[in-house]
């Protein structure tokens, strides 16, 4: 008779209460129920940036100039920040907490010092303790429960003389 293993357990978080982005602000008296507000400050932060970048850039490459042409290429790279920020990304993360785990993986003081080569030992010490208990209790329970399982032909029961 064998035993099937069981099926493993699967947990199932439909709340997410801790990572649930908090999607409902106001501006005043005005609701902003679709906003992100952690994606709206990278995108904010970002598009700050790409905007010194470009108008910087334009005064040597006039055709970078913002013109009606040029709109999507100025303001389209932070509307993608603000949209894939705050998607979860394959881990179930989102991308706001995929480099915070990033960060802490490659900023550990073991990895910074050098410390945390992937590397195997070249030496491996062993240390083996053997006992023999001597106590005619533990023998007599050991010996009952070799008796039990020799009924039901277990590696357990050869004896040893």
Do not use: C
């Not at 400050?41 to 100039?65: D, K, R």
């Not at 949209?83 to 990304?89: I, K, N, S």
């Not at 491996?124 to 005619?136: E, M, N, R, S, T």
């Amino acid at each position: 008779m064998t035993q099937e293993a069981p099926a493993p357990l699967v947990a199932y978080d439909h709340t997410d209460l801790e990572n649930r982005p908090k999607r409902i602000w106001n501006w005043g008296n005005i609701p902003l129920p679709g906003l992100l507000l952690p994606a709206l400050g990278a995108a904010f932060g970002f598009g700050l940036f790409w905007l010194v970048l470009l108008f910087t850039t334009s005064t040597f490459l006039p055709f970078l100039s913002l013109s009606m042409l040029t709109a999507v290429f100025y303001f389209g790279p932070p509307l993608a920040v603000y949209f894939v920020w705050g998607r979860p990304l394959p881990s179930a993360l989102t991308l706001s907490q995929q480099l915070v785990v990033w960060t802490d993986w490659w900023l550990q003081p073991k990895r910074l010092q050098g410390l945390a080569a992937d590397q195997e030992p070249e030496e491996l010490h062993w240390q083996v303790i053997l006992w023999k208990p001597g106590a005619p209790r533990w023998h007599a329970r050991y010996d009952a429960a070799r008796q039990a399982a020799a009924p039901r032909g277990s590696t357990f029961t050869a004896r040893v003389r």
